[in-house]
């Protein structure tokens, strides 16, 4: 039997407005054996018996009498896949199959030993809130905006631009007092109407609001608005001075296209909406401001002057610097496309993009990362990582640029079935830029060891390229590739990656090397400092921290969801390195929690206050297992949206580390686990063999004040000299868990002590053995 099966995805929406039906639409009907096209020219397509759909299912859509549901992968819990499956069998079918098929990874195999915990029991209700200050603050700050520009602009004057984003006009016109709009009119009006405008506040703003914050937010809501509005809008950024070079390739790269207005580089040339948007002063979660769309050029009707779409599917930027990434294959409707050029239908928005690039550095050791206005760092310079104090991991300093949108090269063949997959990279995780604040005013106390602080701040993503070497981009016309590409193409003359008629060939002598696509978004962010003691270290960049600080990240993501009852996906954590001396040497470690609602919805800085609670919920998390798992499982800390790091999930490491901060005390770590790690150690050695020692398990030692000692592996040589092998707990390095191996380190000169690290063994058991045989031969 054959069958005819079409996508059902946001991917194929309507790319011009005079689009009767989009692709989906279309699909969607002939699946119902309804012909899209009427009239006298109407061809009667094809029906379609299968769509192939992503989770655009999933918000509720009934589409006929649908009896079949096959899910290619697991979803990401128990609700999904109830409005997944459920869109089988809506219309009284007597027969409605579901089939799940689980892939490769931990989270999909999880599920499909264990299906019963996808397909039964209690959903959680999603909640809604209401009482959110924050939130209602700036709902507020663009009340008083939208009627301040009503009043004052009633009638739409013609010279106006007419886009959305100009309606405010600029940010220098609003600062200086030369537009309509300005501050200084502003002000004067909200004086004039503030009774009345507080009335008409009141009157909508949430009854869920206590009594207290509602009191406050009409009470400060003029200055609080001015306030923020003269913050966002201050011109506190320097004119930036393009530093000269001698590279050939780069004699040009900012010489703009012939026929383009070329922006004029300056920080306050933008629209004032767009800047208070940035600037988090405005709501902005229900009006997604940072969508990059990635464009398939119709060539059949493209002309230069107005390029028409094929396909235009957008994401929210810090996806699409993965999903769209240069070199990235995206499907669409069966066909294969690549993404290989930096677009947007508006000339000027790459041209701007290119004007506000910045220099960005990244350390290699500890990830820590952070941007640079031009000028402030020189093009290449490599520094000491501000973070973890290593030299010389700084850098190399990149050009890094926001891209406005992507798009298929014109001159590149759609494909069915590609011979090769290109090597593709993915952004980072949002990374948090700020100094450690010297401060300690701005610093609320938890305990001796851990301390909080509210912050509103920009987070970092950036994609570096594949083999982190970034990408070559031709500023002439878009064009971009990994510059790790063996087969470079933007070295010499190439195709223009739009429809140009008049001239199709672009010189190439615009191209800039090495560049890092990336952007950055205001959120409300908590930041723990935590401090630890000798044995324990965090020592940056060391795997044992990176385990210890990623789980207990989650741990506290997990328990500030419960803490605050919302959903586990508004609030995110991260973890860096202090920004001190003492996070340098490892004493010192920082994690960060915040609102993954784009501006901030206020969620963080409810935990400052609660940060003794926070942490000991952590720690029942990780102490409580009901699976009493031997590192982490989905019933205490693994998730969909974490399975890529569930190799660094151990709560065990997370319970070491949570329980010193919150008693101050080095607790044991987990005793049984430890044996099991010793007899895997000691099994390895002796498969291996090695004839000039012998090893023994749970082994007697005496020293030379004839103190009989109990260890727990000895390596006897055949001479008779003896070396005693023994674990340390995962962030006790050099450590030794056992009492009398420690006194042995400290008494004994005649016996060779060797400490392995107990993540090492469990992580590598193979360097971990290596390590001891080389340690007992020397």
Request: with cysteine; charged share 25%; proline share 6%.
């Amino acid at each position: 039997m054959a069958l005819i099966a079409a996508e059902h995805t946001a991917q194929l929406n309507a790319p011009q407005n005079e689009d009767v039906f989009s692709k989906a639409e279309e699909h969607e009907l002939l699946f119902q054996d309804v012909a899209p096209a009427l009239g006298k020219r109407a061809v009667r397509a094809s029906a379609i018996d299968v769509l192939s759909s992503t989770t655009t299912m999933e918000v509720g859509i009934d589409i006929g009498q649908l009896s079949g549901v096959a899910l290619r992968n697991m979803p990401p819990g128990r609700a999904n896949y109830q409005q997944r499956s459920g869109r089988a069998g809506r219309r009284g079918n007597a027969v409605a199959t579901v089939v799940a098929f689980g892939s490769a990874d931990s989270h999909d195999e999880h599920y499909f030993s264990e299906p019963d915990s996808m397909i039964r029991g209690e959903v959680t209700d999603p909640r809604l809130t209401l009482d959110n200050r924050e939130i209602v603050r700036r709902h507020i700050r663009a009340f008083l905006l939208q009627n301040y520009h009503q009043d004052r602009i009633p009638e739409i004057d013609p010279a106006q631009p007419h886009d959305l984003f100009s309606v405010l006009g600029t940010v220098s016109g609003f600062r200086s007092g030369e537009a309509v709009l300005n501050i200084g009119d502003f002000k004067v009006w909200l004086t004039e109407n503030e009774d009345a405008l507080k009335k008409r506040v009141a009157s909508w703003i949430p009854g869920e609001l206590s009594p207290e914050d509602r009191t406050a937010l009409l009470g400060e809501m003029k200055d609080d608005c001015i306030e923020a509005i003269e913050s966002a809008i201050r011109s506190d950024q320097k004119m930036a001075v393009e530093p000269k070079t001698e590279e050939a390739d780069e004699a040009t790269e900012e010489s703009p296209e012939e026929g383009e207005d070329r922006p004029v580089q300056s920080p306050d040339n933008g629209q004032l909406l767009d800047r208070l948007l940035y600037r988090g002063v405005l709501p902005r979660y229900a009006f997604p401001t940072d969508v990059a769309t990635f464009h398939v050029f119709d060539l059949a009707r493209s002309t230069r002057f107005r390029p028409i779409m094929r396909f235009a599917p957008s994401q929210g930027l810090p996806i699409a610097l993965s999903q769209y990434a240069p070199g990235k294959q995206i499907w669409i409707a069966g066909k294969c496309y690549s993404s290989g050029a930096i677009y947007s239908v508006m000339g000027t928005e790459r041209f701007g993009a290119w004007e506000s690039k910045r220099l960005y550095c990244e350390c290699r050791a500890c990830g820590f990362a952070k941007t640079y206005a031009i000028g402030e760092i020189e093009r290449g310079e490599k520094r000491d990582c501000p973070a973890c104090g290593t030299e010389n991991t700084f850098g190399e300093a990149r050009y890094w640029l926001r891209p406005p949108g992507f798009a298929h090269p014109v001159d590149i063949e759609e494909m069915t079935s590609p011979d090769e997959i290109p090597e593709t990279s993915y952004a980072t995780r949002a990374k948090l830029t700020m100094e450690t604040p010297s401060d300690d005013a701005k610093w609320t106390t938890v305990n001796e060891r851990v301390r909080v602080l509210r912050e509103r701040k920009h987070l970092l993503v950036s994609n570096t390229g594949p083999k982190r070497d970034g990408y070559s981009y031709c500023v002439k016309c878009g064009r971009i590739e990994a510059s790790s590409d063996p087969t470079p193409l933007l070295a010499a003359p190439h195709r223009k990656p739009y429809p140009d008629e008049k001239e199709g060939t672009c010189e190439g002598a615009g191209t800039t090397r090495h560049i890092v696509l990336g952007t950055d978004f205001i959120t409300d962010i908590v930041l723990f400092s935590m401090e630890v003691a000798a044995p324990l270290s965090l020592k940056p960049g060391q795997y044992p921290t990176d385990v210890a600080l990623r789980t207990v990240s989650e741990a506290l993501a997990k328990a500030a969801s419960q803490l605050l009852e919302i959903e586990p996906g508004e609030l995110m954590a991260e973890y860096r390195p202090s920004l001190t001396p003492e996070g340098r040497d490892g004493l010192k470690a920082e994690v960060f929690l915040y609102d993954t609602l784009p501006g901030g919805a206020g969620f963080a800085s409810q935990l400052v206050d609660r940060g003794a609670e926070l942490f000991q919920r952590a720690l029942r998390l990780v102490k409580t297992c009901p699976e009493d798992c031997d590192a982490s499982c989905y019933r205490c800390l693994r998730s969909f949206k974490n399975k890529f790091e569930h190799r660094l999930l151990d709560r065990h490491v997370a319970a070491e580390l949570l329980e010193f901060l919150i008693t101050g005390a080095l607790p044991d770590f987990d005793r049984d686990r430890l044996k099991q790690s010793t007899l895997l150690l000691y099994n390895d050695l002796l498969r291996q063999g090695h004839e000039e020692f012998d090893f023994k398990l749970d082994a007697s030692v005496t020293t030379k004040g004839k103190r009989k000692l109990s260890v727990p592996i000895l390596a006897t040589a055949k001479g008779g000299r003896q070396t005693v092998i023994a674990l340390s707990a995962p962030l006790a390095i050099n450590y030794p868990d056992a009492d009398s191996v420690r006194e042995l380190q400290h008494t004994s000169d005649d016996i060779q002590v060797v400490v392995v690290n107990e993540l090492l063994v469990r992580g590598n058991l193979p360097a971990a053995t290596r390590e001891v045989r080389q340690s007992v031969r020397s």
